[in-house]
């Protein structure tokens, strides 16, 4: 099992941002990831930087860690667009990205666009979308001349020379629970991501959440023989922050471990903590994150 975090975008570069990114690096994780949103829930009227330039900026201030998003949705970005930025990002920094990806939800960023008359796109209308954006961002990444026309996007001979370094194109992990996300990722990814099944969040108990993540990998299982491909090609990886425990992982070194435990033996590959921020829904301890982010795999290992 590999171990991650999440760096939410709230520092300023000059006021810490760049001094969280290295002591990621420092405390061993496999990857830091930061969210993309315009804006966030609780963080909406605070600080909330771009996650590209923060993953450009993470890159220079870091060697090993590698970066991505978790995740990037078609609310506000384009294939096109976006395949030049994650080209570049790739490049500076010698190829150590991972695309987070998912077809979003409705909060801000799915209204900020919008002209006062339209409305916020529905849930069929968002996984419509990402089943579009997901394919064509995958050729825009791995060829250098892409022309497309389709329902919702369109790319006139877009060139992307010289490509990724990571190829044939830097990793997708795609985050989905329901049926045509999963076929998403089980013909494009090389991650699937989950938080758990929402519909128990809020009124469900640990364990429940445990069985729906089984639940959810024998999904992904189905998907992936649909596709012919075999599921233990895919990484599979668990944000934590949502399940019915929410922080309760990083309570104690123990608690983590036997949440890993309880996940690891479902077959999930790694796990991301959420790098506390105080005063806020993840304002945890900092030396019991510290802690299990140095000690928490090898007790994991030991038991």
Partial sequence: MRLSTVILPVRRWSEGGREVWQRAEQLGFHAAYTYDHLSW??????????????????ATATSTLRLGTLVTSPNFRHPVTLAKELISLDDISGGRVTLG??????????SALLREDEEAWKPRERAD????????????????VVSHEGAFYSAQEVRNIPGCVQRPRLPFAVAATGPRGLRLAARYGQAWVTTGDPKIADTGTPAESVVAVARQIEALRAACEEAGRDAAELDKIMLTGFTPDRNGPLESLDAFVDFAGAHAELGIDEIVLHWPIPDSDFGTDLKVFERIATEGLARLAAR
């Avoid at 600080?47 to 330039?53: E, H, I, K, R, T």
């Avoid at 990806?101 to 799915?110: E, K, L, P, Q, T």
């Avoid at 979308?129 to 250098?144: C, G, I, N, S």
């Fill in 41 to 58: 829930r609780s963080f909406r009227d605070g600080p909330w930087f771009g996650a590209v330039p923060t993953l450009t900026a993470a």
């Fill in 101 to 110: 990806i998912g077809a979003g939800g409705s909060g801000f960023d799915a």
């Fill in 129 to 144: 979308r990402f089943a579009e954006f997901v394919p064509l961002l995958d050729r825009l990444l791995t060829h250098e």
